[in-house]
Nanobody
Framework: QVHLVESGGGSVQAGGSLRLSCAVS????????MGWFRQVEGKEREWVAN???????RYDNSVKGRFTISQDSAKNTLSLQMNNLKPEDTAIYFC???????????????WGQGTQVFVPS
C-alpha cells in the first residue's frame, strides 16, 4: 500500500509564498507520474503540475511561472513551491502518484489527504 502525506499548507496574503511537501512511502509499483492537484468545494479536482519519471515538469497555465514542482527521489518527497499566490489559488491541494497521462486525474491511483491553502482577497 502506498501512503502520501502532504504538509505545508496555510494562509498567506496575496503575493506571498508557500511550499507544499508530500512524503511518499516506498513503492513497489511504478509511479511514472507524481503530481499536484487542487480542489475547491463544489468543483472538480483540477491538475496543477506533475513530474514524469522524476523529471519533465509540466504546469497548468494558471500557475506557470509562479509554481515550481520538484521531486527528491532519494528522500521520496514531492514539493510544490508556490510564489506570488493569488486568491484564486485558494483550494485543498493533493499530491498523487500514478502512471499514464499525467495531467489526467484518472491516471492516479494513490492520493494524499490534502492540505488547505488559503489566500484571502
Amino acid at each position: 500500500q502506498v501512503h502520501l502525506v502532504e504538509s505545508g499548507g496555510g494562509s498567506v496574503q496575496a503575493g506571498g509564498s508557500l511550499r507544499l511537501s508530500c512524503a511518499v512511502s516506498v513503492l513497489t509499483v511504478s509511479r511514472d507520474c507524481m503530481g499536484w492537484f487542487r480542489q475547491v468545494e463544489g468543483k472538480e479536482r483540477e491538475w496543477v503540475a506533475n513530474m514524469f519519471d522524476g523529471s519533465n515538469p509540466r504546469y497548468d497555465n494558471s500557475v506557470k511561472g509562479r509554481f515550481t514542482i520538484s521531486q527528491d527521489s532519494a528522500k521520496n518527497t514531492l514539493s510544490l513551491q508556490m510564489n506570488n499566490l493569488k486568491p484564486e489559488d485558494t483550494a485543498i491541494y493533493f499530491c498523487a502518484a500514478g502512471e499514464g497521462w499525467c495531467s489526467d486525474k484518472r491516471s492516479y491511483h494513490y492520493w494524499g489527504q490534502g492540505t488547505q491553502v488559503f489566500v484571502p482577497s
